[in-house]
């Protein structure tokens, strides 16, 4: 939602400026980077996605993101190293599973999702937390390794949000 507010009068004329929503990331991706038993383990992120990371940093951009191994993780602990604060983790129910911001030092902002008409641990229980993602996000960030973690993908379509796509094999 963009709003305007007036800054007084220039001469005669009202001086207008736009008020910016701020830009929210919503970055999503496969579990199976970190199992070193997957085809799709990787011990690091690829050079290409720590440079848009590097880039949504730049502009100072909101970074949503889930509490799960493997991608989640991976991006958690980019974002830390680069003590980047503009970082809100998701999580379904109230234990969280992963968090690069353990002591709290750059104040990341956990969000607990109501999953409790779920049982715990479904698909359904964790996305819930996708959705409310979605929801919040101006654009989204798909880090795609396998054909089985593309619904968060898929709402971010569907509410028509901008999606960037990266699928990395090597």
């Known amino acids: 939602m963009v709003e305007f507010k007036h800054y007084g009068v220039r001469g005669m004329h009202w001086g207008i400026r736009k008020k910016r929503t701020p830009e929210k990331v919503f970055i999503s991706g496969t579990s199976k980077m970190q199992s070193k038993e997957s085809e799709y383990y990787r011990e690091q992120l690829h050079e290409s996605l720590t440079k848009y990371l590097d880039s949504i940093m730049n502009r100072k951009a909101e970074v949503l993101i889930g509490d799960c191994v493997g991608a989640d993780s991976m991006v958690q602990e980019y974002l830390a190293r680069n003590n980047y604060n503009k970082v809100h983790i998701y999580v379904?129910?109230?234990?969280?599973?992963?968090?690069?911001?353990?002591?709290?030092?750059?104040?990341?902002?956990?969000?607990?999702?109501?999953?409790?008409?779920?049982?715990?641990?479904?698909?359904?229980?964790?996305?819930?937390?996708?959705?409310?993602?979605?929801?919040?996000?101006?654009?989204?960030?798909?880090?795609?390794?396998?054909?089985?973690?593309?619904?968060?993908?898929?709402?971010?379509?569907?509410?028509?949000?901008?999606?960037?796509?990266?699928?990395?094999?090597?």
């Open 92 to 170: 379904s129910g109230n234990e969280v599973r992963n968090n690069a911001d353990g002591i709290g030092s750059l104040a990341w902002k956990i969000h607990n999702i109501d999953a409790s008409m779920y049982e715990k641990g479904t698909k359904e229980w964790h996305a819930i937390k996708d959705e409310e993602m979605s929801k919040k996000a101006t654009s989204g960030l798909g880090i795609i390794l396998d054909e089985g973690r593309q619904q968060p993908v898929r709402i971010l379509n569907d509410l028509s949000k901008q999606i960037k796509m990266s699928r990395f094999m090597s």
